[in-house]
T-cell receptor
């Protein structure tokens, strides 16, 4: 079954705010990935992390690979309306065959009314 | 270069009917996978293939068959559709040895009544 716990499940953002979400696992992963999914489309890769402790940025996005290899977080700085969507973390277990990824349940990012 | 394409985009089936979801990629990727996405569950791996002629089961393979006769195509067959198979199905592909660069198709939304 699903092994990644992603939190929060949903959040509201106001333009200009920084937001943060994280992903935890009971298993050790050797690769962490963060995807964004817009309505009606497939997930798009945002950031990939390959080493424990690694901190990687992609524009306003920053993600870190936890030192224990069991967690990762994603930060979005100065959010804008197009940041709305569902963000998924995914991990690859050590020695997993066939490029198999395990996905978290997603964090739904919505705009504050 | 179309990337990963999936057809149909929407499908409604009656219980017991069979059908094939099509997936094709034009990036010469060795690895292809099928996922299903259900609310709150993230993406779960159904079947995957590490190359033409080679397939293997993922996390939730029951009720689905796959084959990989060419590098480009990876169809998913539902043998006898059940309401529990109502879901959104995504196909993904990646280059050999590079698990992180999985490219997803736009998805097929399937409803089984």
């Amino acid at each position: 079954g699903q092994q990644l716990n992603q939190s929060p499940q949903s959040m509201f953002i106001q333009e200009g705010e920084d937001v943060s979400m994280n992903c935890t696992s009971s298993s050790i992963f050797n690769t962490w990935l963060w995807y964004k999914q817009d309505p009606g489309e497939g997930p798009v890769l945002l950031i990939a992390l390959y080493k424990a402790g690694e901190l990687t940025s992609n524009g306003r996005l920053t993600a870190q690979f936890g030192i224990t290899r069991k967690d990762s977080f994603l930060n979005i700085s100065a959010s804008i309306p197009s940041d709305v969507g569902i963000y998924f973390c995914a991990g690859q277990l050590k020695k997993a065959a066939g490029n198999k990824l395990t996905f978290g349940g997603g964090t739904r990012v919505l705009v504050k009314p | 270069n179309a990337g990963v394409t999936q057809t149909p985009k929407f499908q409604v089936l009656k219980t017991g009917q069979s059908m094939t979801l099509q997936c094709a990629q034009d990036m010469n990727h060795e690895y292809m996978s099928w996922y299903r996405q259900d609310p709150g569950m993230g993406l779960r791996l159904i079947h995957y293939s590490v190359g033409a002629g080679i397939t293997d089961q993922g996390e939730v393979p029951n009720g689905y068959n796959v084959s990989r006769s060419t590098t480009e195509d990876f169809p998913l067959r539902l043998l006898s559709a059940a309401p529990s198979q109502t879901s959104v199905y995504f196909c993904a592909s990646s280059r050999g040895g590079q698990v992180y660069e999985q490219y997803f198709g736009p998805g097929t939304r399937l409803t089984v009544t």
